[in-house]
């Protein structure tokens, strides 16, 4: 005899099949890590500025998911930006200008971080377009809620 009752697990959550479907995220997320990438590697202080202006604009009418993403990217923005120009100068203050260590000590820093966001802007923007949420390892500001997701 078998319970008809007994509850059922729910259903796994439908990936989305990106080489069917065209972005199938949330839009404002998608646009908030673009803005990340953006800012880092086309249009750098234009992007942020954009970055700020779409967050002002949406923060209180965004989805948990947007606004997740639009958090991390401003956050993220503000903290690695100030990292990437507060180190670098320091690199270059102690050392000076005219010592050949401290620029190859200063660019190889400014290089590796530099890259380091914007692969972690790829994956952010990855998660953005799956529908998942993100946090920026060790700059981004922790997730509160939804912890399973």
Sequence with gaps: MTNDTAAKPPAPEREPNLL???MPGPQLAILAEALFLANLMIIPGLGFVLLVALWLKKRHS????????LEQTVVTSLWGG????G?????????G???PVSWVVGVLYFVCFHATLILLGVIGLNRAMLGKRW?????????????GR
Excluded: C, W
Excluded at 62 to 69: C, D, K, M, S, V
Excluded at 137 to 144: A, N, R, T
């Design 20 to 22: 069917k479907e065209v």
């Design 62 to 69: 965004a989805t948990p998911l947007e606004r997740n993403h």
């Design 82 to 85: 100030g990292i990437l120009v």
């Design 87 to 95: 180190v670098s100068a320091g690199i270059f203050l102690l050392g």
């Design 97 to 99: 200008f005219d010592n």
């Design 135 to 147: 946090r920026f390892p060790i700059l981004g500001p922790v997730l509160l809620d939804e912890p």
